[in-house]
Each structure stands twice: as structure tokens, then as C-alpha cells.
């Protein structure tokens, strides 16, 4: 076979390439396969996407009367952000959107996950809008459109207008949750005629934890755990909002979900005790957020423990937080949490994680590829949810530029061969995951690690700006094009 060939090629090339001796380039971008009749791969019509975020790519924040987000504010304290840059450029994708759109449409992809800027559209988070911020999206969404991607928005990535926080204490007071609620219904009666599928709040996980309980993110703020438990309750509050304005506001037919950074439990070993024991540890530790969102109720067991530091909040608050969504949105990166059964207490039990297990190149991005396995297998049976996406999945690299100007990272096929194969196993079995957004279409501003950590499927020079696709870029449009993970 043709193709056999040049793989052999390609592996002495490469090889002689390794002594700086010869470039591998053509064979590298061999064209993706064409997808077989009865692939046996993932189901047809599944979505495959990339995703970034506002405050991670599009740079220009004093332009066109954007107004200041807390993440303006947080990347200026000396020591926030490890190698000291900030998103005051990153990507420049306010003006290179059709460059990099141009893209996601190279890799195949049939959707793209972006998030708007709140203090784009909100200078001050509510008040007067801004037209021009909200034009950049207008521009964005009918460049998708023309180029036959899907436009998924994330309504809350995390740079929450200053004014809010400033005022109100940002997500400490329900006023910012009311607040976001009208600017859901503004996004949506301005972007829905185009954009079919909303996202609420990314990881709610993440920013209230990291920005309100140890500092890490904006806004920086160490609060006592009975504050963070009622900060968190009102992320889910301003969710329920959002899902409401969406309802209200947006053109029929548009669809809206979470995006969460589910706290991912996994069976230690595959036994019927500890399946149940994982999908316990799963209900539980995702109490706060994602299972009060699709039950409507805090459960006894996450009331017992957070005691007198519980949130408070009334029945109607309930309702709100779970108002049905029509998708889950699951990030997963790692396996936070190997479950084996237990007899005491809530019936599961965490096993610590030993140094050793692998890891990219975050220290937090450990290798696990069967949680893309068991976390959507175990929250389609926990929530009765008939429709799941992956809204982040992907890894850092130490992406090196080598003498021929490509770059090979083998390590993040590697990680996403492994999860694809997973998650393919899942679809394979029924789980009704029905998409996935691999993080990130491009390297960009990586929150505390600045730009030094790389998630893209294209490599970015942040001096030039020039984009350069990575190995796994070819690695990924051959996913898409076979419509299978074993590509
Ligand atoms: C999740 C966040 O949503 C995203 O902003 C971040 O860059 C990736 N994880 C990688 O850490």
C-alpha cells in the first residue's frame, strides 16, 4: 500500500531528521484519510470541534470600549502569573479572527467553542451596552458561518467585568447573578438567530475555588469555606438565570448546558462494587454545582459534611438552579479521584494518587485516558442527560521547534490517541456523548502559567504571532476525516 510506504519513509526521515539531516515536512501532512463507508468509529453526525477562550486569545483590551475584567486587574499583582506576561495581546484574535478561523476550518472541524468577553459587550457588566463589543462577535459568528462551522459560545470564561467586582463583591453577591442573567437575554436576543448552543459558566469548579478560596485566580481572594460554599451556590444560581434569559430571550430551537470541570471519579478496578462506589463518589463530589443543577437539591451527604458552612438559599433559588438544560458540558483532562468501594460512610472510598503516575507537561495533567470513559458513562446514568460534549479535552506540551521549523509533539497525540480510543469505547457501548471540543485550536495565555504552558493544536510565536501547526493538527484532521479514533 501507497500509504504503508510512506509511513516507513517518514519513520527513516525522521530519524534522519533527528540528526538534523532531512526534513520529514511532506509526509507529515499526508493527507487525512477519507472515512471509511462502515468505519465502526464514532456515531455519524458526532461533533468535532476546537475551543478557546476570550481573555485567553483575543488580546486588543483596551480597544473598541472594552471595559476592564478582573483578569486585567489580577495579571498586573507582581507573582500572580508565573512568567510574568499578561492577556493584554495573547493571540490577537480580535484581529486575526479569519486567520485563525481559517484554521479550525484546516483541521475538518465542524464546530468551534469560544467565549464572548462580558466587559466587550458590558463595559461596566450591566448598564449601557457597548455596540462595537458586541460587533467583534457579530464578525466572528458570520465568518464561522461562511466558513461552515458551528459557532458553541461560552456566555462566562472566567473575565468577569471589574465594575461587578468592584461594586458588588463580584460572584460573593446574587446582584452579579441577576446581572449576568440580563446579559445572557442580551447575547441572546443579539446572537441566537446565528448561534444555535449556548454554554452557561465554564468551570465553576475552578473559578470559584481558585478565585475566592485560595487565590490563584482572579480575583484573588482567600474567603473562609462558608463563603466559597455560598459563592459556588450562586454560580449555579447565575447558570439557572442564564438557561432562564436563554429560554426567554433566545430564538427557539437554541439549545444551553453547563460547561464543568467535573470532579472526575473513576472505578479503581472494574467490579460491579466499585462501578457503584464510583458513581456515588460521583453524585457527591459534584454536589455543589453540576448535581444540584440537574437534581434541584443539595444532597444530604454534601449538607452533613459542609455543616454549619452549607449555603444558604431558598426553595425558589432550586428551581432556578435547575431549570432543565438540553446538554451537559463535561471538560476532562484528568482522572482526579481512582474510587473503590467502602462500607463506611457514604459507601466510596478515594485512593491517593502515588508521585509517579505520568503526567503532561502541567503537573495537574496526569494520564488517565479511561476517565473520558467512565465520568460520561457514570453522569449519563447519575443525571438521565441523553446528550453529553466533551467541552475541553486536550494537553500541554513542551512544544519545541525543531531545525526544520515543524513541531513534532508525539507526547500530545499520544494523550489524545489514548482518550479518543476511550471515548470512541464509550460511544461504541451507547453513552450519548454526541461531541467533542479539543482544547486548544491555538497555544494562548494559560491563565497563572502565562504563556509558557502550550495546549494548542497550532504553535504560536507570541513575538510574530505566526501559527504553525503542530504534528497533532494532522493528527486531528485524520480523526475527523476517518470519524474514528484510531487514526
Ligand atoms: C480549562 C479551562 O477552561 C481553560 O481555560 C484552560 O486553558 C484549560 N483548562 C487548560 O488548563
Known amino acids: 500500500m501507497p500509504d504503508e510506504v510512506s ?7 525522521a530519524g534522519l531528521s533527528a540528526a538534523g539531516m532531512a526534513s520529514p515536512a511532506s509526509s507529515v501532512e499526508a493527507k487525512p484519510a477519507a472515512a471509511p463507508r462502515d468505519s465502526g468509529g464514532f456515531p455519524q453526525n458526532f461533533v468535532w470541534g476546537t475551543a478557546t477562550s476570550s481573555y485567553q486569545v483575543e488580546g486588543a483590551v483596551n480597544e473598541d470600549g472594552r471595559g476592564a475584567s478582573i483578569w486585567d486587574k489580577f495579571v498586573r499583582i507582581p507573582g500572580k502569573i508565573e512568567d510574568g506576561t499578561t492577556g493584554d495581546h495573547a493571540n490577537e484574535h480580535y484581529h486575526r479572527y479569519k486567520e485563525d478561523i481559517a484554521l479550525v476550518r484546516e483541521l475538518g472541524c465542524k464546530a468551534y467553542r469560544f467565549s464572548v468577553a462580558w466587559p466587550r459587550v458590558f463595559p461596566d457588566g450591566d448598564g449601557k451596552p457597548n455596540p462595537k463589543g458586541l460587533d467583534f462577535y457579530n464578525r466572528l459568528v458570520d465568518e464561522l458561518l461562511k466558513n461552515g462551522i458551528e459557532p458553541w459560545l461560552t456566555l462566562y470564561h472566567w473575565d468577569l467585568p471589574q465594575s461587578l467586582q468592584d461594586r458588588f463583591g463580584g460572584w460573593r453577591s446574587t446582584e452579579t447573578c441577576k446581572i449576568f442573567g440580563d446579559y445572557a437575554a442580551y447575547v441572546a436576543e443579539h446572537l441566537t438567530d446565528r448561534v444555535k448552543n449556548v454554554f452557561t459558566l465554564n468551570e465553576s469548579g475552578r473559578f470559584v475555588y481558585f478565585g475566592y478560596g ?92 459542609a455543616g454549619a458552612d ?57 494520564v488517565g485516558p479511561e476517565t473520558i470513559y467512565w465520568v460520561p458513562k457514570l453522569a449519563a446514568k447519575i443525571w438521565k442527560t441523553n446528550a453529553i460534549y466533551i467541552s475541553e479535552n486536550g494537553a500541554s506540551g513542551d512544544d519545541q521547534v525543531t531545525q526544520d521549523g515543524k513541531i513534532y509533539d508525539t507526547d500530545r497525540i499520544m494523550y489524545l490517541r489514548n482518550y479518543l480510543a476511550q471515548l470512541q469505547r464509550a460511544t461504541t457501548e451507547g453513552v450519548p456523548v454526541r461531541g467533542y471540543f479539543l482544547w486548544s485550536l491555538m497555544d494562548n495565555f494559560e491563565w497563572v502559567y502565562g504563556l509558557n504552558k502550550r495546549f494548542g493544536l497550532y504553535h504560536v510565536n507570541f513575538d510574530t504571532q505566526v501559527r504553525t501547526p503542530k504534528l497533532s493538527a494532522s493528527f486531528y484532521r485524520n480523526v475527523i476525516a476517518k470519524n474514528a479514533a484510531g487514526a
Open 7 to 13: 509511513r516507513r519513509q517518514f519513520a527513516k526521515l
Open 310 to 366: 452549607a449555603p444558604k438559599y431558598t426553595e425558589a433559588d432550586l428551581k432556578i438552579i435547575s431549570s432543565p438544560v438540553d446538554f451537559v458540558g463535561l471538560n476532562i483532562y484528568s482522572p482526579q479521584h481512582y474510587i473503590v468501594a467502602s462500607d463506611q460512610g457514604a459507601g466510596f472510598m478515594p485512593l491517593p494518587i502515588p508521585k509517579s503516575f505520568p503526567h503532561m507537561n502541567s503537573d495537574w495533567l496526569r
Open 214 to 305: 485560595i487565590g490563584i485566580d482572579a480575583p484573588g481572594l482567600t474567603l473562609p469555606q462558608a463563603e466559597v460554599n455560598q459563592i459556588r451556590h450562586n454560580s449555579a444560581l447565575a447558570h439557572g438565570l442564564a438557561v432562564q434569559a436563554l429560554r426567554a430571550h433566545g430564538r427557539r430551537g437554541t439549545r444551553v448546558g453547563p460547561a464543568e470541570n467535573i470532579d472526575a471519579c473513576i472505578p479503581a478496578i472494574d467490579t460491579p462494587e466499585n462501578v457503584r462506589a464510583a458513581e456515588i463518589a460521583l453524585r457527591e463530589l459534584n454536589a455543589g454545582y453540576l448535581n444540584v443543577i440537574m437534581t434541584g437539591r443539595y444532597t444530604d451527604a454534601f449538607l452533613k459534611y
